[in-house]
């Protein structure tokens, strides 16, 4: 038998490329390639869905969440009182909005995400650096939250069989709680299956989601409340900073939940960009954002305050506290009913904001990385299962030193977030040739010097700076204070305010290429791709992000 020829391999192999190709709407004007696909091209009217109350309850799912819950866990810790942890939540959560609208803004005029933006300020090869930053990070934090999720639906099958709550066997080393891991596999297929809705019809389920937390959030400050005959120890409890002066813990609270929305405001283009009309986000980010994250924190606060009383323990994870009401009440009945609702609260909580932070975002940001062949959707499946390699029970267990280094990752957010407000909102003034940030060669305005733009890089390194020789001090010895120290506890304000005025000021000395070229809003009317719409061939029921695959012919 005659061995397959060089040619031949080679015709098989570009067949299997084209059929793994990601799909494209039927009678598109744009094509597949290094730039461009379905889910990075300007989001058409048609798929523009969120409305002003769509964007409050995307606000419900990203303020009132596990992770909002237990932020107060870290304002304590700097030695606030608790009223004092509120005053840092209500300043911060504000700052929050006021970020969301800013970072959202090129979403809603452009309607293109985070992705795409980043190419006129990074240029069209060095945008790939903000992506791989981003989606490095997300690896690690969706496998926390998928472990969180996982502890979570745990709990809450624990309620309806008493037997799998009170398993204590373990695995990987005695790390991992066989319970967990089940719980964790169920919550996966619940999230790879809720991952196949397209974006633009999440509202249903983020309404979902936000109800049933709400109802547990509700249900938990009731519980606490009544049965503390008040808020608790920690209302009682006087001020006693770890380091320096109630002021500057004050300003370590205010960063640390501004940081830890970073990354959220940092890509609000990704959702914004579904607005179905102008500022139909702005709203319910200037009122929902706070709103909703100083609610779900501060019933974490009284909470965690009345459990302390009540258990004398503190436990900050609601997951957790469910698990300890179960056992105190010894497997009542009536209270296992109670933890079976609360706890799936928590479970479609964990749900909704990995859908919001790890699965649109992140998935957008890896079909970035490979547009051809990579969307949305599959994008957020690698992610999942990256995060799931991940083994985030042996980091959450044993690496102390390791999620410090995972959370320090924000001293690069607050400088990307720097630089692309002072390019789009000041350099620019929101104007900006969008078919160039399709265009990968030096015919584009954005193509810089060999696709790189040196401005965003240099401002972007003055912003990191001052933050990182506290970041290393604190990595080698967590208990360390002085002055860089306390320069990386503010990291997010100092790396925001170091990179936007330093790229400002770049600018105006060695203006960039293209400033006031094109318009401030994108043109409906007008195709950004040259040429006719494209032929196709087949069509396949099934795949993408919609429900048509197109194969286009060569």
């Known amino acids: 038998m005659q061995a397959p020829t060089k040619t031949s391999q080679t015709t098989t192999l570009h067949r299997l490329l084209k059929y793994i190709e990601v799909p494209i709407d039927a009678n598109a004007d744009y094509k597949n390639d290094h730039y461009t ?7 058409p009217a048609n798929r523009r869905t969120y409305s002003i109350s769509s964007y409050f309850i995307y606000w419900c799912i990203s303020g009132m969440c596990i992770s909002a819950y237990t932020i107060g866990s870290t304002l304590l810790a700097y030695g606030l009182s608790a009223p004092q942890a509120i005053g840092a939540l209500v300043i911060g959560s504000m700052g929050t909005g006021c970020l969301s609208v800013a970072c959202g803004w090129m979403g809603e005029r452009h309607h293109i ?34 472990y969180w999720g996982g502890q979570a639906m745990t709990v809450t099958l624990g309620a309806i069989i008493p037997g799998l709550a009170h398993m204590t066997h373990t695995l990987a080393g005695g790390v ?9 596999i169920i919550y996966y297929i619940l999230f790879i299956s809720i991952m196949r809705i397209p974006p633009e019809r999440l509202q249903r389920p983020f309404m979902v989601s936000s109800v049933m937390f709400g109802g547990t959030l509700i249900g938990l400050l009731t519980w606490a409340i009544t049965t503390a005959k008040g808020p608790g120890l920690l209302f009682q409890s006087n001020a006693e900073p770890t380091h320096g002066s109630v002021g500057w813990a004050m300003m370590f609270g205010i960063t640390a939940v501004l940081g830890s929305w970073g990354a959220g405001t940092l890509g609000q283009s990704d959702w914004t960009r579904y607005a179905a009309r102008p500022y139909a986000p702005t709203l319910s980010q200037l009122v929902a954002a706070p709103f909703c994250i100083i609610l779900c924190a501060t019933v974490g606060i009284v909470v965690t305050s009345c459990g302390d009383q009540i258990f004398g323990t503190l436990i900050w994870e609601p997951f957790a506290l469910l698990a300890q009401i179960q056992e105190f009440y010894h497997d009542s009945s009536r209270v296992r009913a109670g933890v079976f609702f609360a706890g799936l609260g928590c479970v479609c909580a964990q749900l909704g ?12 940001d890896l079909a970035g990385l490979a547009p051809r062949y990579m969307n949305i959707r599959r994008g957020a499946y690698l992610m999942a299962a ?3 390699i991940s083994n985030p029970w042996q980091y959450v267990s044993n690496a102390t030193t390791f999620l410090t280094v995972i959370s320090g990752f924000g001293i690069f957010f607050a400088p990307f977030t720097g630089v692309m407000l002072a390019d789009y909102l000041v350099v620019r003034r929101g104007i900006i040739k969008l078919e160039d940030c399709y265009i990968g060669d030096s015919s584009s305005l954005y193509w810089y010097n060999g696709g790189f733009h040196w401005r965003a890089l240099v401002a972007w390194t003055l912003g990191v700076f001052p933050s990182m020789p506290g970041f290393v001090m ?7 204070y002085n002055g860089w120290i306390r320069i990386f506890n503010i990291a997010f304000i100092v790396g925001l305010a170091v990179s936007f005025t330093a790229f400002w000021m770049i600018c105006s000395i ?3 290429p293209g400033v006031g070229v094109g318009t401030n809003y994108y043109d409906d009317s007008r195709s950004l791709f040259a040429g006719p719409p494209i032929r196709t061939e087949r069509l396949d029921k099934g795949e993408g992000e919609g429900t ?7």
């Open 548 to 554: 048509e695959k197109i194969v286009v012919s060569a």
């Open 510 to 512: 060695s203006p960039p």
């Open 386 to 388: 990256l995060g799931l």
């Open 37 to 43: 696909n379905r889910d990075l091209i300007p989001m």
């Open 176 to 184: 991992l709680l066989t319970k967990d891991l089940i719980g964790m």
């Open 474 to 480: 604190t990595v080698r010895d967590p208990q360390a």
């Open 353 to 364: 904001i990995s859908i919001v932070t790890n699965s649109v975002s992140a998935g957008m």
């Open 113 to 146: 995400g985070f992705t795409v933006s980043s190419r006129f300020t990074w240029g069209m090869r060095g945008v790939y650096f903000p992506v791989l930053v981003m989606s490095f990070t997300t690896i690690f934090w969706d496998g926390l939250q998928a």
